[in-house]
C-alpha cells in the first residue's frame, strides 16, 4: 500500500528515524496528493498553493547535482522573504508527499530555512487545525515523522506543534487511525524525554491528554499495551514534575479518580491523601488542587479542532428550536459508538468552563448552553457515563469560590434543573438528588468544603439572578417526597419563598440566558415560568425591545413580610417613634406622605438630635423597600405619570430639599439624612437624580446632586456619579436611557472626561434605545462626545465587545464632530483584534474628501497582505478625489524622501505606535496599482504621482528599486518637460524597450504643445495633462 510503502521509504531516509504506524490505513485514492477529495469539491487553496511551491523547488533541483541543487536553493531564498516561503513550503511539501526524498529534503530544509523552521511550524500548525480530516494517510505518516525529526532537532515551537498534534487525538474514539495517532505521539515523547521536560506547559498538557486517554484504551491486547505505555509516562511525570502538573487544576482530580484502580495510580493516589510531600516540597494536599480553577486550554485541548468548530457554531449561530438536526449530526459523527460515552464529559466540561458567550449572543434566541448539556445528559446510555457526565456538570460547584471562580461555570447546571421541570422532570430529580448525595460522598474527609462549595454555588446563583429563588426548584410538587424532603433537610435556607412557591406571576416575559422567544417551539423548549438570568443578562418588556446584560430582579407579585423595626424604635424620641410607627400602619401613599412630611419638619426642628438620623435612616430603608424594587419610569411617559411616579412618601425628602436654600443649616441636615440612607440604600443616589430629572418642583435643581455626592462618604462628585449609575444600570436600563441626556447636560466634566459612563450605557442598550440616544443627539438635547476627549474615549472602546463598539461609534457618528480629530486612532487599530472600528472609520473616511493628515495616518497602518483597509479607501479616493490624494502622496513621498534612512528606521522603532516611512508608502502604493491594474482608473499617469516616484527613484538604494521595481517603471519613461524638448522626449520614448511593449499605455509627453513653456504650464494642470497624454499615446504608435 502507498501508506506503508511510504512510512518505509521514509523510514528508510531517516535511518528508522521515521515516526507512525499501519493503524493509519492506506491513503485514498481520491484527491490531490496532500488532501482528499471527490469530484465535486472545489481545488482547495493551500493545497494548490503548497504544490506550486514543490514544483518550483522540484524545477531547481531535478536533473542536476546536489551541490548545483543547494546553491540554486540558497540563491533563490536570498531574493527576498516570499522567495524564502516558497522554498521552505516546497521542501515542506516534498517530505509529506514523497517519503523516500523526506530525509534530503528536511536536510536541504534546515540548511536554507533562515527563520527557525518558522514557516514550516506554522503551516503545520494550520494543516492540524483545519486540514489534517482531509489529509492523505501518506502525508499523515509523513506528518508524525517530520515533527519527530524537528523535535529531535530541538526546534524552537515544536511543542507547540506536539500539543496540537494531541489535540487531533479524539476521545472516545477507538478507530485505527486515532489510536496509530495517539501511539505515535506518545512515542515521539517518550523518546524524548529530556525535551520534553524542559516546556511546564507540555508536560501538563501531555499528562492532561494521557491521563484522559487511558480510559478508552481497553480490550485488545493492543490498546492494552498502549494503555501501559500511557500509564507509565503519566506516572513518571506525575511522580517527577507535580508541580508542573499541579496548573492543570481541579480536573487534575477528575481524572485521577478515573483511573483511581489501575495499580501504578492507587499508589499515586495513596501519596496524595497521605503523603503530598513525597511528590512535591510545596504540594499541601489534595485540597491545594481542588481549591484551582482549570484552565480553559486544558478543558479545550480534549476535544478536537472539528469538534470545537462545530459547538462553537451550535452556541454562537443555531437558533434555540432549530438545534435538532445538528444534534442529531454531531451524534451521528461522534457520539455514535459505545466508546464514545467518556466524551460527553470532555464537551460538558468545555461547555460549562470555555463556551461564555457574548453580550449578543446572550441577548439574541441562539441555542442556550443548558439545552446542548440537557441534550447530552438525556443521550447517556450507561449509568458510569450518567454518573461521569453530573460531575462533570457540577465539578466546579464542588469547592466554588465567588472570588476565584466564575458565574458562567456554574449557571448551566442551574439552568438545566430548571428548565427540564417542566418537559423531563426525571432530569431534574436525578440532577438533585446527585447535588445532595455528592456533598458526603465525593471525599468524607472534605465533606465541610464541599457543603461550602455548593452553598456558595447556590448563594452566588440567587445573589446573581440566575434564579429569582430556589424555593419553586427545590420543593416542587413533580419531585417525589422523598427527594424533596432530602432537598428540605440539606439546603433549608432556600426552600422558602417570599411568595407561595407555584402561583408566581410573571408580569412581562423575562428571557432566560439565550433563550429569547423560545416558549411554542417543541417539546424540548423549556418554559420559563420562574424566569432568571445568566451572569450577562437580558429583560425584555412587552413589546420585546428592553434588553439588560446584569442581574435585575423579576417582575413578578411579591407578598409583603411584616418589618421588623423594633430594634430602632427604641432608641427613637417618643414622638419620632410615633411618627414611625404610624409610617409603617399607614394604608395609602398619601397618608404616608402626611407623616413622612412631618418626619421632616420634625428633623428640621432646632432641638433635634442628629445623632438619631443613622437610626432614622435605618427605619426608612425597611419601611419603603418597596420604592427600589421594580421600574421607577413609567410604563408611558407623560407629564401626569412622571409627577405621579416621584410622588412617595421618601421623595418627601428630595421636595424639602429642593426647598431650601444651600447655605441653611436644615438643608445640611437634610443632606446628612440622605447620607445616612445612601449607607444603607445605595440605590437613593438614581433615585435622587430621577426625580431631580422628573419632578416639576425639581426644575433647573440638578446641582442638588452635587451637594448631596459631597456630603456622602464618598465626598466625590465623579465617583457618586458613577457608581450611582452603575446601580441604575443593573436595575433599571429604560431609566438610565432617560436620565442619559440630563447627565451629561448637567455634568459634562464628569461623564465626557473617560469612557467610563459611556460603556454602562452601550453595554445594556438595545438597538431601539440606541436609535433614541442617536435622536437625542441630533435633536441637540445630548452631548456624549467632545474633542479634547473623543479619541481617548474611542481608543478606550477598542476593549469592548463588539456590539457595545458598534453603539459608541454610532453615537459618535451623531456628533459633528470632524473625522480629522479621531484620525490617529489609526494608528491603535489591528486589522485582526479591531474589526469594528476599522469597519465604521471605513465608511466614514468614504465620505470625506481626503486632507493630507487623513492619507498620512491611512498610509501609516503597516502592510499586510490581509488587511485590505489602506487599499480600499486609497481605491475610492482614486475614484473620486484622483488629483487632490495624488497632490497629498507626492508631498508625503517627497518629505519622507528627503529624510535619512537612518533616522526613518529610528523613528519607526522608537515608538510603539504605526510610524510613516517611505518603504511603507511604496508598498500601500504598490498594493494600489495592482488593484487598479484590470482597471480604467489612470491614478498613476498623473504627473504628481509620476513626478514623486522620479523623486524618489533618484534617490533610493538598489534594494528599494528592486523591491518596487514594477512601480518605478511607471515613471521611468516619465521626464520633466522644462528640462527635455518635447524632440527628445519623443525619441526616449521610442527608444524604450517598455514603452514600444506598452505603446497603448499613456506616456507622460506633452507633445501637442508647441513650446516648452506651455508645456511647464500645462505640467501645472493635471486635466490637461491627461488628454495631452492620450494624444501623445497616439503619436507615439504612429512612430512605432
Not at 509529506?96 to 503545520?124: F, H, W
Request: aromatic content about 6%; charged content about 25%.
Amino acid at each position: 500500500m502507498e501508506l506503508q510503502k511510504g512510512k518505509g521509504a521514509a523510514a528508510a531516509a531517516a535511518s528508522g528515524a521515521a515516526g507512525g504506524g499501519g493503524g493509519a490505513g492506506a491513503g485514498a485514492p481520491g484527491g490531490g496528493r496532500l488532501l482528499l477529495s471527490t469530484s465535486l469539491d472545489a481545488k482547495d487553496e493551500l493545497e494548490e498553493r503548497l504544490e506550486r511551491c514543490m514544483s518550483i523547488v522540484t524545477s531547481m533541483t531535478t536533473g542536476v547535482s546536489e551541490r548545483e541543487a543547494n546553491d540554486a536553493l540558497n540563491a533563490y531564498v536570498c531574493k527576498g522573504p516570499p522567495q524564502h516561503e516558497e522554498i521552505c513550503l516546497g521542501l515542506f511539501t516534498l517530505v509529506l508527499t514523497e517519503p523516500a526524498q523526506a530525509q534530503k529534503c528536511y536536510r536541504d530544509l534546515a540548511l536554507v530555512s533562515r527563520d527557525g523552521m518558522n514557516i514550516v511550524l506554522n503551516k503545520i500548525n494550520q494543516i492540524l487545525m483545519e486540514k489534517y480530516l482531509k489529509l492523505q494517510d501518506t502525508c499523515r505518516t509523513q506528518l508524525v515523522w517530520l515533527v519527530r525529526e524537528l523535535v529531535k532537532s530541538g526546534v524552537l515551537g515544536a511543542d507547540g506543534v506536539c500539543m496540537t498534534f494531541m489535540k487531533q487525538i479524539a476521545g472516545g474514539d477507538v478507530t485505527a487511525k486515532n489510536i496509530w495517532l495517539a501511539e505515535s505521539v506518545l512515542d515521539i515523547l517518550m523518546e524524548q524525554r529530556e525535551w520534553v521536560l524542559k516546556s511546564s506547559i507540555l508536560i501538563a498538557m501531555a499528562v492532561y491528554t494521557y491521563l484522559r486517554l487511558i480510559v478508552d484504551h481497553h480490550g485488545t491486547a493492543q490498546l492494552q499495551a498502549l494503555r501501559q505505555k500511557e500509564v507509565d509516562f503519566c506516572i513518571s511525570l506525575l511522580r517527577e514534575r507535580f508541580m508542573e502538573c499541579l496548573m492543570i487544576g481541579r480536573d487534575l482530580v477528575r481524572l485521577l479518580q478515573n483511573v483511581a484502580r489501575i495499580p501504578e495510580f492507587e499508589l499515586l493516589w495513596k501519596d496524595i491523601i497521605h503523603n503530598p510531600q513525597a511528590l512535591s516540597p510545596q504540594f499541601t494536599g489534595i485540597l491545594q488542587l481542588l481549591q484551582s480553577r482549570t484552565s480553559r486550554k486544558f478543558l479545550a485541548c480534549r476535544l478536537t479542532p472539528d469538534m470545537e468548530t462545530k459547538l462553537l457554531f451550535m452556541t454562537s449561530r443555531v437558533r434555540f428550536g432549530q438545534q435538532k438536526r445538528y444534534q442529531d449530526w454531531f451524534q451521528r459523527q461522534y457520539l455514535s459508538t459505545p466508546d464514545s460515552q467518556s466524551l460527553r464529559c470532555d464537551l460538558i466540561r468545555y461547555i460549562c468552563g470555555v463556551v461564555h458567550p457574548s453580550n449578543e449572543v446572550l441577548s439574541s434566541d441562539i441555542l442556550p448552553r443548558w439545552a446542548i448539556i440537557g441534550w447530552l445528559l438525556t443521550t447517556c446510555t450507561s449509568n458510569v457515563a450518567a454518573s461521569n457526565a453530573k460531575l462533570a456538570l457540577f465539578y466546579d460547584w464542588l469547592f466554588f469560590s465567588p472570588d476565584k471562580d466564575s458565574i458562567m461555570n456554574i449557571e448551566p447546571a442551574i439552568l438545566v434543573m430548571h428548565h427540564s421541570m417542566k418537559p423531563h422532570p426525571a432530569i431534574t430529580a436525578t440532577l438533585l438528588d446527585f447535588m445532595c448525595r455528592i456533598i458526603p460522598n465525593f471525599y468524607p474527609p472534605l465533606e465541610g468544603h464541599v457543603r461550602q462549595g455548593v452553598f456558595s454555588s447556590l448563594n452566588h446563583i440567587v445573589e446573581k439572578r440566575v434564579l429569582a429563588h430556589l424555593a419553586p426548584l427545590f420543593d416542587n410538587p413533580k419531585l417525589d417526597k422523598e427527594l424533596r424532603a432530602m432537598l428540605r433537610e440539606k439546603f433549608p435556607e432556600f426552600c422558602s419563598s417570599p411568595s407561595p412557591p407555584v402561583e408566581v406571576k410573571i408580569e412581562e416575559p423575562v428571557s432566560m440566558e439565550m433563550d429569547n422567544h423560545m416558549s411554542d417551539k417543541d417539546e424540548s423548549c423549556y418554559d420559563n415560568a420562574e424566569a432568571a438570568f445568566s451572569d450577562d443578562e437580558e429583560d425584555l418588556n412587552s413589546k420585546g425591545k428592553k434588553r439588560e446584560f446584569r442581574f435585575h430582579p423579576i417582575k413578578e407579585t411579591v407578598v409583603e413580610e411584616p418589618v421588623d423595626i423594633t430594634p430602632y424604635l427604641d432608641q427613637l424620641d417618643e414622638s419620632l417613634r410615633d411618627k414611625v410607627l404610624q409610617l409603617q400602619k399607614g394604608s395609602d401613599t398619601e397618608a404616608q406622605c402626611e407623616v413622612m412630611q412631618e418626619i421632616v419638619d420634625q428633623v428640621l426642628e432646632e432641638d433635634f438630635d442628629s445623632e438619631q438620623l443613622s437610626v432614622l435612616a435605618s427605619c426608612l430603608q425597611e419601611l419603603f423597600k418597596g420604592h427600589f424594587r421594580g421600574e421607577v419610569l413609567p410604563e408611558e411617559i407623560t407629564e401626569e405619570s412622571l409627577e405621579e411616579s416621584v410622588g412617595k412618601p421618601l421623595y418627601l425628602i428630595f421636595r424639602n430639599l429642593c426647598q431650601m436654600q444651600e447655605d441653611n443649616s436644615s438643608f445640611s441636615l437634610l443632606l446628612d439624612l440622605l447620607s445616612e440612607l445612601y449607607q444603607k440604600q445605595p440605590k437613593i443616589g438614581y433615585h435622587l437624580l430621577y426625580y431631580l430629572r422628573a419632578s416639576k418642583a425639581a426644575a433647573g435643581k440638578m446641582n442638588l446632586y452635587e451637594s448631596f455626592a459631597q456630603a456622602t462618604q464618598l465626598g466625590d462628585l465623579h465617583t457618586c456619579l458613577m457608581m450611582d449609575m452603575k446601580a441604575c444600570q443593573e436595575d433599571d436600563v429604560r431609566l438610565l436611557c432617560h436620565l442619559t441626556p440630563s447627565i451629561y447636560t448637567e455634568f459634562p466634566d464628569e461623564t465626557l472626561r473617560s469612557g467610563e459612563l459611556l460603556n454602562m450605557i452601550v453595554a445594556v442598550i438595545d438597538s431601539a434605545q440606541l436609535q433614541e440616544l442617536v435622536c437625542h443627539v441630533m435633536m441637540g438635547n445630548l452631548v456624549m462626545f467632545r474633542k479634547d476627549s473623543v479619541l481617548n474615549i474611542l481608543i478606550q472602546s477598542l476593549d469592548w465587545e463588539t456590539f457595545e463598539q458598534y453603539c459608541a461609534w454610532q453615537l459618535f457618528l451623531a456628533h459633528n464632530i470632524p473625522l480629522e480629530t479621531i484620525i490617529p486612532i489609526l494608528q491603535h487599530l489591528k486589522y485582526k483584534e479591531h474589526p469594528e472600528a476599522l469597519s465604521c472609520l471605513l465608511l466614514q473616511l468614504r465620505r470625506e474628501k481626503p486632507s493630507e493628515e487623513m492619507v498620512k495616518m491611512v498610509l501609516s497602518r503597516p502592510c499586510h497582505p490581509d488587511d485590505q483597509f489602506t487599499t480600499s479607501i486609497l481605491r475610492h479616493w482614486c475614484m473620486k478625489h484622483d488629483e487632490l490624494l495624488a497632490e497629498h502622496i507626492k508631498s508625503l513621498l517627497i518629505k519622507n524622501n528627503s529624510l535619512p534612512r537612518k533616522r526613518q528606521s529610528l523613528r519607526s522603532s522608537s515608538s510603539k505606535l504605526a510610524q510613516l516611512t517611505l518603504e511603507q508608502i511604496l508598498e500601500h502604493l504598490d498594493n494600489l496599482r495592482l488593484n487598479l491594474t484590470n482597471t480604467k482608473q489612470n491614478f498613476f499617469n498623473q504627473t504628481p504621482i509620476l513626478q514623486a516616484l522620479q523623486h524618489v527613484q533618484a534617490s533610493c538604494d538598489e534594494a528599494h528599486k528592486m523591491k518596487f521595481s514594477d512601480l518605478f517603471s511607471l515613471a521611468e519613461e516619465y521626464e520633466d518637460s522644462s528640462t527635455k524638448p518635447p524632440k527628445s522626449r519623443r525619441k526616449a520614448a521610442l527608444s524604450s524597450p517598455r514603452s514600444r511593449k506598452n505603446a497603448t499605455q499613456p506616456p507622460n509627453a506633452e507633445e501637442e504643445s508647441g513650446s516648452s513653456s506651455a508645456s511647464e504650464e500645462e505640467d501645472t494642470k493635471p486635466k490637461p495633462t491627461k488628454r495631452k497624454r492620450k494624444g501623445s499615446s497616439a503619436v507615439g504608435s504612429d512612430s512605432d
